[in-house]
């Protein structure tokens, strides 16, 4: 859509995420479909899984796609495992970093977050400087 155009008018890497549902996964397809030809570097996490086994099937099954239909390189960034911490951090209203900093999902995103652009930057650290009060709080 537009937004996703204009969110992504010069980025050089995009990351796209899916769940290990057949809607998620359709929509992480469209999204490097949309971004594909415009130069970018596509990274892929799966999100919620149940197993590492599963995630890896998956991201397998999205670079396959990817690379026979759209010619796109897409590289396995990792998985966020499904963890009882999340949902309990929305209902918190805090942040999951600040929230359980040492759960699976947290320690899985400052994995990732290691890998993007600020990733010199402890990923931690950063969460509780960007969300200072909430932090303080939890």
């Not at 040492?102 to 960007?130: H, I, N, T």
């Amino acid at each position: 859509g537009e937004w996703l155009s204009t969110a992504s008018a010069s980025p050089r890497r995009a990351i796209s995420s899916a769940a290990p549902e057949p809607t998620a996964i359709t929509d992480a397809y469209a999204t490097i479909k949309s971004l594909c030809g415009a130069g970018v570097d596509f990274g892929l996490v799966v999100n919620l899984a149940e197993s590492t086994e599963t995630a890896i099937r998956i991201a397998e099954r999205l670079k396959h796609t990817s690379r026979m239909f759209l010619q796109a390189d897409v590289e396995a960034w990792g998985v966020v495992p499904r963890d009882p911490a999340v949902p309990q951090s929305v209902w918190a209203r805090t942040p999951l970093m600040c929230l359980s900093p040492a759960s699976p999902a947290a320690k899985a995103l400052g994995r990732l977050a290691q890998r993007c652009p600020l990733g010199d930057v402890a990923a931690e650290p950063y969460f509780r400087r960007l969300f200072p009060p909430l932090c303080r709080a939890a």
